[in-house]
């Protein structure tokens, strides 16, 4: 059977208006228009809200530059600007950028009327009109925010119904119905927009929630199901307090839960998640559903086994939607499945021997609270294929001391063939004086320590301070065809230089045994 019509929602972001009372946030004008161009260019929302009117000469320049923008596109209906119940000074500041959509804010509560207006109903709802009537004589286009409605709907009906009534005489385009301290449960939220609805069924309903109780995603999706034509976002849920309803997450659950459809690209919320997150100087949350650096990433080996025998663990939200890969992170909990999962993915076959002690490698770092992602793995691999087959000398134990006011010193325990022998030295830097105790270490044993050619120190792409760090050293032979390098991954980087100078020693005792 052919598939049901799906109901169209539309999405409106307000990231740059809405999202900029997030404590710490404000945009440059550049920054702004770089943030409009992404969300209705390539995201594809329906509107943006990009301002305020009356806040600042900043405000100001970043509005008639995305206007300017917006005309030359043909999407100057596509943009918004909030507005306030103050005669002509909100419409004339937003015609002056350009802008042609004003969002008029109305208190929605007569709780709100009288405390904060200090103005009786009668006396709002007339401010009301001589607003929008001017907006309307200045060709501006007009909706209506109705401001802590989730309140008034609760405790005053009638002052809301009386709103309602006025704003019906003016043929605004939209009403946008406030939960604007984020207090609605579903069920408040699916009753409350389907009194409205019944009540109104002419009127564009859009509903606009915050995240107070994490109900904002949850709430729309109510919100829809009983007839709001259009929700309202900020990407990354950036907001005042617990923020707004995620971009990333609405989506998703409209598309799936439901018969309705959005103009939104799901493969491009994680590129406008980035950049929000880079111009707003707010991290997104490594488990943050959709956009999280985690959140397509298995961690148990018996995922990683499902996966491989059926994609078991999989559900609609795959990562190929959101433009993004599966991952299988390594650590304490891994097993052969989840590396046979990323070898499989480098195109890298290890055999029985070399991946069992691959999977040891990865397990001692697990052991360490390092985990292992796939950037990291290609260095551990080459560190265990480059590893000596017999180990003779053992580093035991090593500390090393460095301080801002004294000589770096360090303390060296060493075993060889089961002998055991430490030193204790200085030196110019925390590795040098590791290098001139292990020298005194071993010196009983007769074992002669080359002189180090090259030294140097790769960690993967990606920044992140707790990566593998791998370490490269070349040793000096009597030639230089006779200089070879050893290899040491580990999470520290003087750890890895050990390891690394522990596989030095090996080959040393190597070669004396050879030439015994």
């Not at 937003?94 to 009786?120: A, D, F, I, P």
């Not at 009668?122 to 401010?127: F, L, P, T």
């Amino acid at each position: 059977m052919p598939e049901a019509p799906r109901t169209r929602i539309e999405v409106m972001d307000t990231t740059l208006r809405d999202g900029e009372q997030t404590p710490q946030i404000a945009y440059t004008p550049e920054e702004k228009l770089q943030i409009a161009k992404l969300l209705l260019t390539d995201v594809g929302v329906d509107r943006i809200e990009i301002a305020g009117t009356r806040v600042s000469e900043g405000e100001r320049e970043a509005a008639r530059r995305i206007c300017r923008w917006a005309r030359r596109q043909g999407a100057i209906s596509r943009i918004e600007m909030l507005g306030y119940c103050d005669g002509q000074k909100s419409v004339d500041w937003l015609h002056e950028t350009g802008g042609r959509v004003m969002n008029v804010l109305v208190k929605g509560s007569e709780h709100h009327c009288l405390g904060q207006l200090r103005m009786s109903p009668e006396e709002h709802r007339k401010r009301v009109a001589e607003t929008l009537e001017y907006a309307r004589k200045r060709r501006v286009r007009t909706s209506v925010y109705l401001e802590d409605w989730s309140s008034g709907v609760r405790n005053s009906p009638e002052y809301v119904f009386a709103m309602m009534r006025t704003l019906g005489e003016h043929r605004v385009d939209r009403v946008y119905l406030c939960d604007t301290l984020g207090i609605q449960s579903p069920g408040d939220a699916r009753r409350s927009v389907d009194l409205m609805v019944a009540s109104f069924p002419d009127v564009h309903f859009e509903y606009h929630c915050h995240n107070d109780y994490g109900l904002a995603v949850a709430n729309c999706l109510a919100a829809v199901e009983a007839g709001a034509r259009g929700v309202h976002t900020s990407v990354n849920g950036l907001g005042e307090r617990a923020g707004n309803t995620r971009l990333a997450e609405v989506v998703p659950v409209l598309h799936d839960h439901g018969p309705w459809e959005t103009g939104v690209d799901e493969t491009r919320l994680v590129s406008a998640s980035r950049l929000v997150e880079i111009f707003s100087g707010k991290d997104v949350p490594a488990n943050a559903p959709i956009v999280g650096a985690d959140v397509f990433t298995q961690t148990a080996g018996i995922h990683a086994d499902g996966d491989a025998k059926g994609n078991l663990y999989e559900s609609r939200l795959a990562p190929a939607r959101f433009g993004r890969k599966r991952r299988y992170a390594l650590g304490k909990l891994s097993g052969k499945a989840s590396l046979d999962q990323n070898l499989a993915q480098m195109g890298i076959e290890l055999s029985t021997e070399a991946r069992d002690q691959v999977l040891a490698r990865i397990v001692a770092l697990g052991d360490k609270k390092h985990t292992v992602v796939p950037e990291d793995l290609r260095y551990i691999i080459a560190d265990v294929l480059k590893a000596p087959r017999e180990s003779m000398v053992r580093v035991t134990g090593w500390r090393v001391m460095v301080g801002s006011t004294e000589l770096p010193a360090a303390e060296v325990s060493v075993s060889y063939l089961g002998q055991e022998s430490s030193g204790r030295a200085t030196g110019d830097g925390g590795y040098d004086a590791f290098m001139n105790a292990l020298k005194k270490a071993v010196q009983e044993f007769g074992l002669e320590v080359p002189r180090l050619a090259d030294f140097r120190v790769r960690i993967p792409p990606g920044g992140r301070t707790s990566a593998l760090v791998e370490t490269l050293i070349t040793w000096r032979g009597e030639t230089v065809e006779e200089s070879w390098a050893t290899l040491g991954v580990d999470s520290d980087q003087l750890a890895a230089a050990v390891i690394a100078t522990e596989k030095m020693l090996n080959e040393v005792a190597a070669r004396a045994k050879r030439g015994s």
